[in-house]
């Protein structure tokens, strides 16, 4: 357990009352009925969840809600036929909600676009007859590189409706980190377009999708959505295997009859960095996603007819694909979408959204309110922000101070926040206040959800007040595994304990049974609320000529949560200088993306080792946050430490 992230929790113990305004339209009302429900879901969770399942559509029910004979690979909804885009859209058809808005996006430049149930489910019936007509079947993996426009979530579930699996690629990745995933995964197309639009620029996606696959023979077609429109670059289609999307929509059938994949069907795959090596292709199947993602968004956004709903988070991460996409669309909500940045024009942006559309419910990251804190009230201010009546917030924890300012500045101290503990691996919100019944206290994510047995646990696995959090029984969102790596899923989850899943988190439960999150306990540093493995990143330092040795750590940063910090020792012969560190940055924009760019490089001449080898990342974590050096004496040579120390303190 790292001692720091215990020390400096801040621990805020006043509580936040929601209005009884909202305790009395609630969809939960009372923390008696959370108790009492709670209770039954984790007493008998086939039958909880069964019954939730019984709101949705199954071509065939299932045999058995649960399956744990082969743990930890767990079968949900065993032998259920289904179809998830058949519940987010054709299930809404018949009923009010065909003509109500699914999407109302807003592009970057301004212009706006309103799908209702009816032209949402249009455009993805077409869509997915298109990609029949290219010879897409069932089990079909597809890569999607797209920016946030409505293509994105109609893409997701044409692939969905004939039984194809997809795989987002959030389109601030690299051509490096495509063309790993796209081998990785096999995958058999890629989705892009010629362009989006972000801070007023037009990322040029095609062109790196066709850098990215020119070594990928499995990639047979690549379809291209039109957004970026004349703008001055070239967008080259390659005969035979670039496709336009407007083309090949044009003149197909709108109705195409949805896949009966099997509960267990693979929905998707998202990428994401663990703690060693590449990133893993995160297994996520049909039936049990949908009914996880389909309930966590009616109770924790509290979800009613009228609201216009607005998560800020893009498609590529599982935010968006749990909470843009199918756990809103499965409740026949509406969902804002915008495709770019909050601070373009300027940094009224997104109130001005908020204003524009009557927005009611707002979930996004504590990075981006610290950010909203540090351009001052003034922009929110500006703008009528009456219409919220519910907040969320997700991505890394929440320190109290960002907290109060978005209770009071955002919410006008008339808004419950959610503060929503998950991660890519469960596909959807795990621990979480039940808005309108649940006091809340700044920084906490209160209590489980339903049928969530959570605990903390310490090193030999007995409970605790404060250690690493921990899962004791499986949920149906869960992951199904790790794509092709079966061995990694079972080690990295399953063998800290036996039978009991293990999220890398440490947390705290306090004496009100409220549980406290306190970030990554493993090699992961979350910057932005963007997942980075520093063994990902250490080992594509050294795959540079110059490098010989890096480590890599995540320090403190107060907007970004964390940032990274990299201590790099080079070659005989290799001088450090300004343009070497240049140099780097610019590799890792190349292998991973912009946001991995580490705040710092440390130049150092060797790094601190025990006397077997370790790299002792503590002292450099002491190092960077100015603290006094912790123990010493397994270190190899003290010289070294003191060296870096004073590299980094001239720096
Ligand atoms: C990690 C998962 C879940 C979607 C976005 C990130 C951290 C997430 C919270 C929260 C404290 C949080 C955890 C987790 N995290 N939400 N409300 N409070 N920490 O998904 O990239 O899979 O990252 O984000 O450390 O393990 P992800």
Request: contains cysteine; negative net charge; aromatic residues 12%.
């Amino acid at each position: 357990m790292d001692r720091q992230n215990l020390e400096t929790v801040l621990m805020e113990n006043r509580k936040f009352v929601p209005s009884d305004e909202f305790k009395k339209r609630a969809h939960i009302s009372s923390l008696d009925e959370y108790f009492t429900r709670y209770r039954k879901s984790i007493d008998d969770p086939e039958k909880f969840w069964g019954s939730i399942a019984e709101e949705l559509h199954w071509f065939k029910k299932w045999d058995r809600v649960l399956n744990e004979e082969d743990a930890p690979f767990f079968k949900w909804f065993e032998n259920g036929k289904t179809n998830i885009s058949y519940n987010c859209l054709d299930r809404h058809l018949e009923t009010g909600v065909r003509n109500k808005a699914a999407i109302i996006w807003e592009g970057e430049p301004g212009e706006q676009r309103v799908l209702t149930y009816w032209d949402l489910a249009r455009e993805v019936n077409k869509f997915a007859n298109a990609l029949r007509n290219l010879g897409i079947k069932h089990g079909d993996r597809i890569a999607i590189y797209l920016p946030m426009i409505p293509e994105l979530a109609i893409a997701m579930l044409a692939c969905a409706r004939i039984g194809a699996i997809h795989t987002v690629i959030f389109a601030g990745f690299s051509a490096e980190s495509i063309r790993d995933r796209v081998l990785d995964c096999d995958a058999r197309m890629v989705i892009t377009a010629d362009g989006g639009w972000r801070r007023g620029n037009v990322l040029q996606l095609k062109n790196i999708v066709d850098e990215a696959i020119q070594e990928c023979d499995c990639v047979k077609d690549v379809v291209v959505v039109k957004r970026a429109h004349g703008d001055p670059f070239p967008c080259h289609i390659k005969e035979g295997r670039d496709h336009w999307y407007h083309r090949i929509i044009d003149e197909v059938s709108a109705v195409c009859p949805p896949a009966e994949v099997d509960s267990e069907d693979l929905l998707f795959l998202l990428y994401t960095s663990g703690t060693t090596g590449k990133p893993k292709g995160i297994i996520h199947t049909t039936g049990g996603y949908m009914v996880f993602t389909y309930l966590t968004a009616k109770y924790v956004f509290d979800l009613r007819p009228e609201d216009v709903y607005w998560c800020t988070a893009d498609i590529g991460w599982v935010t968006g694909h749990s909470y843009i996409v199918y756990g809103p669309l499965a409740n026949g909500a509406t969902c804002l979408m915008y495709e770019g940045t909050p601070n373009w024009p300027d940094k009224g942006r997104f109130w001005n959204i908020i204003e524009k559309y009557g927005v009611t419910v707002f979930y996004t990251a504590p990075t981006a309110i610290r950010t909203f804190m540090k351009w001052g009230e003034r922009w929110p201010e500006k703008y009528d922000l009456s219409s919220l009546r519910l907040l969320g917030t997700v991505g890394e924890p929440i320190n109290p101070e960002a907290w109060i300012w978005y209770n009071k500045i955002i919410g006008g101290e008339n808004c419950p926040i959610v503060d929503t503990w998950w991660q890519t691996e469960t596909g959807g919100i795990m621990i979480t206040p039940l808005p309108g019944c649940m006091d809340t206290k700044p920084g906490s994510a209160t209590y489980p959800f339903f049928g969530i047995d959570v605990t903390v646990l310490n090193e030999s696995g007995e409970e605790t007040e404060a250690g690493f959090l921990a899962i004791k029984k499986p949920w149906p969102g869960m992951l199904r595994g790790i794509y092709s790596d079966a061995k990694r899923y079972k080690e990295t989850y399953w063998s800290k304990w036996p039978d009991v899943y293990f999220p890398g988190d440490g947390a705290k439960k306090d004496s009100d049974g409220y549980y406290w999150i306190l970030g990554r306990v493993d090699d992961v540093v979350n910057v932005s609320g963007h997942r980075i493995g520093t063994a990902e990143l250490e080992s594509i330092f050294v795959e540079h000529e110059t490098i010989a040795e890096s480590a890599v750590i995540g320090i403190k940063h107060e907007v970004k949560g964390q940032a990274l910090v990299a201590f790099v020792s080079l070659k005989e012969g290799v001088k450090a200088s300004p343009e070497l560190e240049g140099e780097l940055k610019h590799w890792v924009v190349k292998k991973i993306g912009k946001f991995a760019i580490p705040e710092r490089i440390i130049f150092a001449a060797d790094l601190p080792k025990t006397r077997s080898g370790k790299i002792m990342r503590r002292l450099l974590r002491d190092v960077s946050e100015g603290r006094a050096l912790g123990n010493i004496t397994t270190l190899a040579d003290a010289a070294v430490i003191d060296d870096l120390k004073a590299k980094y303190e001239e720096g």
